[in-house]
């Protein structure tokens, strides 16, 4: 437990600094908000045609909100928190690859609902807003990022399980 925690710490700030220079903001955090801003927007245009995209901004072409994705509200640091949880955990290879897969989906999905939430919230109150973004939005990023891990973490085989034969695990 302490190898894990003590490499989830270095895998997190070395992930951390990485995201922090300018060649991982300009080819990966940058086009990846955009990408965002644009993913949201084409599910908003679903049932209101009257929102637009332009960079990480998405605005109402009738009262001209507009949100903001900034740092941190990306869906990146939580991302970042995940892989470093699931690489740092003792787990087959395979099973870190799958799971970082449907975790980036997991977290960036609910990240979607949050910017779309936050959209409309704005709209609507302000104070509500800045209370949901603030509080509730992050609260439940990470939660999302912790259930993924905690799922994930009872489907990877443990150690011993790996050394006995698939007969002797189906007999429990």
Request: proline share 5%; hydrophobic share 60%; charged share 10%.
């Amino acid at each position: 437990m302490l190898r894990f925690f003590v490499l989830f710490l270095v895998l997190l700030a070395a992930l951390f600094a990485l995201e922090l220079t300018p060649w991982a903001q300009t080819y990966v955090v940058i086009p990846w908000t955009d990408t965002l801003a644009r993913i949201s927007t084409a599910i908003v245009t679903l049932f209101d045609a009257n929102v637009v995209a332009s960079g990480k901004v998405i605005r109402s072409t009738t009262n001209d909100f507009a949100v903001s994705i900034e740092a941190g509200c990306n869906g990146v640091e939580a991302t970042i928190v995940l892989v470093a949880a699931m690489i740092a955990f003792p787990a087959p290879w395979r099973y870190r690859v799958a799971g970082l897969a449907i975790g980036f989906v997991a977290v960036q999905a609910l990240n979607i609902v949050r910017i779309i939430s936050l959209f409309y919230l704005g709209q609507w109150s302000y104070a509500v807003f800045e209370w949901a973004h603030l509080y509730v939005w992050q609260a439940l990023i990470m939660l999302d990022v912790l259930v993924v891990w905690l799922l994930w973490v009872r489907r990877v085989p443990r150690p011993e399980d790996a050394a006995m034969p698939p007969s002797a695990l189906a007999h429990g």
